[in-house]
């Protein structure tokens, strides 16, 4: 079962930037799409930010221009760069395979735009 540890979440006055980090065991990035996904609290978990196999990417309409998923295969990580981030940003964020496929979700990593 492959295991998603999310790391780089913290707090940031609107406005901020955060770079968020996932890794996971096996070589899971280098055989499936991946995204990021975000739950805030009352609310349902949604994709944010998705890249193919082939380094195409996609974004919620939400976060499309202040947001930037990378992968680096090599090193079986995922990334998340996050710019002028917005009270409406603050959740908790997760990395998985796009779609999850039933794959276990990992603790995820808050993040918090506030002033």
Not at 51 to 73: C, P, Q
Not at 106 to 115: D, L, M
């Amino acid at each position: 079962q492959v295991q998603f540890v999310e790391s780089g979440g913290g707090v940031v006055q609107p406005g901020g930037s955060l770079r968020l980090s996932c890794a996971a065991s096996g070589s899971i990035f280098s055989r499936y799409d991946m995204g990021w996904y975000r739950q805030a609290p009352g609310k349902q978990r949604e994709l944010v930010a998705a890249i193919i196999l082939g380094g195409s990417t996609n974004y919620a309409e939400s976060v499309k221009g202040r947001f930037t998923i990378s992968r680096d295969n090599a090193k079986n990580t995922v990334s998340l760069e996050m710019s002028s981030l917005k009270p409406e940003d603050t959740a908790v964020y997760y990395c998985n395979s796009a779609p999850p496929m039933g794959r276990s979700w990992g603790q995820g990593t808050q993040v918090t735009a506030s002033s």
